[in-house]
């Protein structure tokens, strides 16, 4: 009986020990649930917050960068269907197309990020430094590039025009972004840069589909002149690639020390320009001879001093 009792109170002691414990616990939960509270309504109200501040910022990021890709895809596109109608070179026109775009892409990165509150003073000082940088380092070449590029757009000739330009006579072989070529009368391929070539005065004999032929044929002062005349109308009239429209012109040019100089000025197509040059001239010292008609020479007079 006395060992029952004994049992018993031993699991009374127990039982009150391990609920001292579990209060103890409980009290020691509570606290830190207490705690762990207090900081999630901080960290709530911090996240509330900034949700209320940044939210329209993010909104007209959002807004902003969807405009802004559509734009700068829909920029891109016409402008490459508007050198597409230019009959601009593909591979022109697909390096410009790409300039813009990656050109409209970083603005609109720069101006999604400073509408989050993101300083971009640093950023756009470092682009602008580099592309100062690389502008000084390939200055030559981007002029010439820029040159190529408003030849190309404006075409003030085009392959195969016969043209003047730099001291350089010749007819255009090849147009690049960098460099014009040109072959001259004589065979010689002829390099001109695109800066060089843009920048100054371009003459193209070829652009109006027909050119006149100036020739300056000169006679004796004994030499009648309404004969001479005749007669190098009457050649110009045997000629077939000479055009009746517009009509050509023969007259006295100049009274010169030792001859009267005629300027004859016939109009032909621009694939028949050096053959009537060639045919007025062999024509008319044939057809001079016949009529007696002499073309003056220099004459060098010596002096002997005796």
């Not at 601009?88 to 509408?115: A, P, Q």
């Not at 025009?161 to 960098?178: P, S």
């Not at 002829?190 to 371009?202: C, E, M």
């Not at 005349?229 to 040019?253: C, D, H």
């Amino acid at each position: 009986m006395q060992i029952s009792k004994t049992k018993i109170g031993f699991k009374k002691i127990r039982f009150l020990s391990f609920f001292l414990g579990l209060k103890e616990s409980l009290n020691i939960f509570a606290k830190k649930i207490n705690m762990t509270t207090i900081e999630i309504e901080n960290y709530f109200e911090t996240i509330k917050k900034l949700i209320l501040e940044y939210s329209p910022k993010f909104i007209i990021a959002i807004v902003i960068l969807l405009i802004g890709l559509w734009g700068s895809s829909f920029i891109t596109k016409t402008a490459k269907k508007i050198m597409l109608k230019r009959k601009i070179e593909l591979t022109l026109s697909t390096f410009i197309g790409n300039v813009i775009f990656w050109t409209l892409r970083i603005l609109l990165f720069v101006t999604v990020i400073s509408k989050l509150g993101i300083e971009t003073s640093a950023f756009v000082t470092i682009l602008g430094a580099a592309g100062l940088a690389i502008g000084l380092s390939l200055q030559g070449s981007l002029s010439n590039f820029a040159g190529g590029i408003l030849i190309i757009l404006f075409k003030p000739f085009r392959l195969g025009d016969f043209i003047e330009a730099q001291g350089v006579l010749g007819t255009v072989k090849d147009i690049k972004i960098f460099s014009t070529v040109v072959t001259s009368p004589d065979n010689k391929q002829i390099v001109i840069p695109n800066a060089a070539l843009s920048n100054g005065v371009i003459t193209n004999h070829t652009v109006n589909g027909i050119r006149r032929v100036d020739l300056i044929i000169s006679v004796d002062y004994k030499t009648d002149l309404q004969l001479a005349k005749t007669t190098l109308e009457t050649i110009l009239e045997t000629i077939p690639e000479v055009l009746q429209e517009p009509v050509a012109m023969v007259f006295i040019n100049n009274l010169g020390t030792s001859s009267i100089d005629f300027a004859v000025r016939p109009y032909t197509k621009n694939e028949n320009f050096w053959k009537v040059k060639s045919d007025v001239l062999e024509k008319t010292k044939i057809a001079f001879d016949k009529v007696g008609i002499e073309i003056p020479y220099p004459h060098q007079v010596e002096i002997h001093k005796e």
